[in-house]
């Protein structure tokens, strides 16, 4: 399985906990990713991992419902495939298991 | 229902829509939109705008590096695909390679040669400000232009006019003068100036003063060259040189070496004044005589149109109503002559168009053979088609195989090219050299020539081979090979017409020279010597003469004035009884003793020559004369012996019609012609007509002779057929590029034709193999394959005539006296293209047609 990238790893995180609400498209996205880790994005920067991550199809897009604000267009929405969770956790847990071997920073930095 | 607002422009949105991948481009334009409009309602349109339009510049690098990454990559597919064909394909890929490189080599030497070409006198630091004063003179109804003005203008103009900064005079066409220093004795051609030559020419010298090296009248400035012939290592400042045996000329400079793309060129420098020690005090102050070059510099910015007309002014207040002159630059001179057509443009023009041929046709065999063989590679498009590629990707694909072709030729070429410059400098008589790092402009240019041969070379192929339909090559109702075939034979058509046409050009330029050189000129041109005659045997040459005919193998000599190689010395004023007052004829002169005509082997139409030994008097009331048939013709009478002619007050008789000979070389035609007995000062050339056998012995006893009479000047000797073949030679030059060239673009065209004919015979194995079964013979299988090939080349033969006919005759019209074209050149040329073709088919035919047909049958 290929390795997740950091900016796509986020954009994955992020889709996982707005598709509930049925919120994760880009805007949403960017602001979520935004606030969370306090870095500003451009407001283009999340399109193109996204891409790569819908063409290896981690993620897959689905269409709302009618939306007011739209004049009753349907939105396109993004949510996880099992392979996009498959490989977020794949990444958590190799990142576990190399923090696993690393003597705790904090003891050796005090 | 709410309605939205504001929404970004269509077009930014479309533009937007570029930069983004398909698979999110919907879903982030919507986004985008949807930001645009809150930013819209809340802090106005302007602002949505500028947020919109930086937020999609923004994405602009990710998206060249997102498309950067996917082109490589298939681009590298591309390379490795065409490097496997180039790999599996030896034969057609050398076809493929080596055409279009010798193309770009042919195009590398022109683009030197134009280089060297246009180049030409660039080197003056002035050329911007520096005109030549071109005349035109009228004489009756006919006009000549070309760059003669009377030696008073010159210094007249400079005076008059500040716009004027510097005049020079030059005097090139003088006689050879005797040179002399210790034991060293030569003729030399000596080019008298005025001293303003050196400042306003880039002449530098290497020794001496550039300001008064010429300010002495009896200084002499030379090249390197000659300076170490006659003084060797010495130090050649100061020397006294011995001109005429007569004048001593100190040395006051030596010149550096003149650059090979200068258009004025000399030996020897001295000046202007000497010549009125030579003709007299009031030589340099007539207005009439139009022998010296004059050369012009302005100041800055100055229009020269209208220094052209105060020119013009001057010299018709000195009464000279019938000549006019202008200003022509400097810089154009040797490319554009005098803007009368002519120069060396034309040449530049003509070779640069032949070279793109001989590209071209190399281009056209890449398109045949890759369309041809297009079926071999239908199955890999039919299946790139179907797992996704577009056109365009087709497209590229081709464009970047035929461009990787063109730079396999172009590694080639420049190999061709370090291999064969010499034998080029040889033929176009140059000294090129090729440093592509010191030369953008030529590296640039082949670079482009290059991309060039690649587009145009992939042009059809690609879009041909883009159009197949994936369906029907997987069926495999593509029928290779047909499909395109009627383009590819209009192709094969002007490959062929392309060389038909050289072919008739190459012959024409040759048969003019053949022509010119067995043309009966009036004079037998065979086994005639000269020599120049030194000053002191002016008076005394009749005793030489005397003295030569001793010898058996003299047969005859005489002294004229000039060469009949080319006789420039012009004048007008003629009068006689009834003379039309239009007609003011420019009449040759020549001076030459009574042995001419029996020396040249001349005729005479009427009257008799001068009798032996007479000699002129020009205090005769009436001078006798010799005219030509032309000038007969142009006074227009029955009989001319006893007539009178009129020339600035003076009388001449004509005492005999001399039939029409060639005195000028064969483009010019013959003009009326005056023959005087010597004048003073005239005695210029003995003419010695000499025994064809024992030529080394009768050379030597002319030498002793000569020796014996002139003992301080030089003795040097000219055949005056070798002159005649020197006049040619830009003539022979021309005719051996156009040849070489020729050459190539037939090999090139045939080289496209093998490839062809070998693919056609590879196609037809199988009917070949049936047709033989069913009882064919060899021959037939032969006409079979052969008889297609040959009706292109029948075509193209066709579509050449007329236009080599069109080309070779604006050729010739140059010359007065032409070899005309003649339908034999153009037959001839025909059946060598068709043999040459039919040779080249006719190989892989013959292989074709005794291949076994077990062999090509056997899987059936």
Same mark, same amino acid.
């Given at each position: ?110 | ?255 550096? $070496?003149?650059?090979?793309?200068? +258009? /004025?060129?000399?030996? &020897? %420098?001295?000046? #202007?004044?000497? @010549? ?119 497209? $590229?694909?081709?464009?970047?195989? +035929? /461009?990787?072709?063109? &730079? %396999?030729?172009? #590694?080639?070429? @420049? ?119 030194? $000053? ?325």
């Amino acid at each position: 399985m290929r390795l997740l990238s950091r900016k796509e790893e986020l954009i994955l995180l992020a889709v996982w906990k707005l598709q509930d609400q049925d919120q994760a498209y880009g805007v949403t996205i960017r602001e979520y990713i935004e606030k969370m880790s306090g870095i500003r994005w451009l407001f283009g920067a999340i399109y193109s991992p996204l891409a790569r991550l819908v063409e290896h199809g981690y993620v897959e897009s689905y269409e709302s419902e009618p939306i007011r604000e739209r004049g009753g267009r349907k939105k396109i929405l993004y949510r996880l495939t099992a392979d996009g969770k498959k490989a977020l956790v794949a990444v958590k847990e190799l990142h576990a298991s190399i923090w696993d071997d690393i003597y705790p920073i904090k003891e050796t930095s005090d | 229902m709410y309605i939205r607002k504001h929404k970004p422009p269509k077009l930014c949105s479309r533009f937007l829509g570029k930069l983004l991948r398909l698979s999110i481009r919907d879903a982030a334009i919507e986004d985008f939109e949807e930001q645009y409009t809150s930013i819209a309602s809340n802090k106005g349109l302007l602002t949505a705008f500028l947020w919109y339009m930086f937020h999609t510049i923004c994405l602009i690098p990710s998206y060249i590096k997102d498309n950067m990454y996917w082109s490589t990559s298939m681009f590298k597919n591309y390379l490795k695909i065409s490097l496997r064909n180039i790999k599996r394909h030896k034969g057609y890929s050398f076809i493929n390679i080596t055409g279009p490189a010798v193309g770009i080599a042919c195009c590398l030497f022109i683009l030197l040669w134009v280089q060297d070409e246009v180049s030409f006198n660039k080197f003056h630091e002035n050329i911007d400000d520096i005109y030549v004063i071109v005349t035109t003179a009228r004489f009756g109804e006919d006009t000549i232009t070309y760059p003669g003005t009377p030696p008073a203008l010159g210094p007249a103009v400079k005076e008059e006019y500040p716009e004027i900064l510097n005049t020079a005079r030059l005097q090139n066409g003088l006689n050879p003068f005797s040179l002399s220093y210790g034991d060293k004795k030569f003729r030399e051609g000596m080019n008298l100036v005025d001293p303003s030559v050196l400042e306003m020419f880039t002449f530098p010298l290497i020794e001496g003063d550039p300001h008064t090296a010429l300010s002495d009248p009896h200084s002499l400035i030379m090249s390197e060259r000659m300076a170490h012939k006659y003084f060797g290592s010495e130090n050649p400042i100061g020397k006294i040189v011995r001109i005429e045996n007569y004048y001593d000329f100190k040395v006051t400079g030596v010149l550096e $070496k003149i650059p090979s793309n200068s +258009s /004025i060129r000399f030996d &020897f %420098l001295a000046p #202007l004044s000497f @010549l009125e020690e030579l003709r007299g005090k009031d030589y340099m102050s007539s207005w009439g005589n139009l022998s010296f070059r004059t050369y012009v510099q302005l100041q800055k910015n100055i229009p020269f149109k209208s220094i052209s007309q105060k020119l013009a002014d001057r010299l018709h207040r000195e009464g000279e109503e019938d000549v006019d002159v202008f200003l022509h630059p400097f810089k154009r001179l040797y490319l554009y002559w005098l803007d009368m057509g002519g120069g060396h443009i034309e040449q530049v023009r003509m070779f640069t168009l032949i070279a793109l041929f001989v590209l071209l046709i190399a281009c056209i065999n890449f398109m045949n053979l890759t369309t041809a063989r297009s079926g071999n590679r239908a199955k890999e498009i039919g299946l790139r088609k179907v797992v996704g590629a577009y056109r365009a990707d087709v497209i $590229k694909q081709f464009f970047s195989e +035929s /461009i990787l072709m063109s &730079f %396999l030729s172009l #590694l080639f070429a @420049l190999g061709l090219v370090f291999l064969l410059l010499p034998v080029f400098n040889d033929l176009v008589g140059k000294e090129l050299t090729l440093n592509l790092f010191g030369n953008p402009v030529l590296a640039l240019g082949l670079i482009g020539i290059t991309l060039l041969t690649g587009i145009i070379a992939g042009s059809y192929p690609a879009l041909f081979m883009a159009a197949f339909k994936p369906v029907n090559i997987l069926k495999g109702t593509l029928q290779s090979g047909s499909s395109g075939s009627r383009f590819r034979k209009i192709l094969v058509v002007t490959q062929f017409t392309i060389s038909i046409t050289l072919i008739i050009g190459t012959m024409t330029v040759f048969k003019q020279v053949v022509y010119m050189r067995n043309r009966d000129l009036g004079f037998d041109k065979e086994h005639l010597i000269y020599v120049p005659v030194a $000053k002191e045997l002016e008076n005394n040459y009749e005793a030489v003469k005397q003295e030569l005919l001793k010898s058996p193998d003299v047969l005859n000599a005489s002294v004229t004035s000039h060469r009949p190689t080319g006789i420039y010395w012009n004048g007008s004023g003629w009068d006689w009884e009834g003379r039309d007052p239009n007609v003011n004829p420019l009449v040759t002169h020549l001076c030459a003793d009574p042995d001419f005509l029996e020396t040249f082997k001349m005729e005479m139409a009427e009257g008799n020559f001068y009798p032996k030994g007479s000699t002129i008097q020009t205090d005769d009331p009436a001078i006798h004369i010799i005219i030509n048939e032309r000038f007969g013709k142009i006074i227009g009478k029955e009989t001319f012996v006893g007539e009178r002619l009129i020339h600035e007050d003076d009388n001449f008789i004509i005492a005999g019609v001399i039939k029409d000979f060639n005195f000028k070389p064969l483009w010019e035609e013959i003009g009326p012609l005056i023959i005087l007995l010597p004048l003073p000062r005239r005695v210029n050339f003995m003419f010695v007509r000499i025994n064809s056998i024992n030529m080394p012995q009768t050379i030597g006893y002319i030498k002793s002779v000569f020796n014996k009479f002139s003992p301080e000047s030089p003795f040097e000797y000219r055949f005056l057929d070798e002159e005649f073949e020197r006049l040619y030679r830009s003539e022979i030059r021309t005719g051996s590029i156009v040849s070489s060239f020729t050459i190539l673009t037939i090999l090139v065209s045939c080289l496209g034709l093998f490839g062809l004919a070998s693919f056609m015979a590879e196609q037809r194995t199988k009917e070949i193999g049936i047709r033989k079964v069913l009882g064919s013979s060899i021959q037939e299988i032969v006409l079979l394959l052969s008889k297609q090939f040959l009706k292109w080349v029948l075509l193209a033969n066709l579509i050449a005539w007329p236009l080599a006919y069109y080309f070779a005759y604006s050729w010739q019209r140059n010359y007065a006296y032409r070899a005309g074209l003649g339908w034999s050149l153009f037959i001839l040329a025909g059946l060598l293209t068709l043999a040459i073709a039919l040779i080249t088919v006719s190989f892989q035919a013959i292989k074709a047609a005794c291949a076994n047909p077990v062999n090509s049958l056997r899987y059936e």
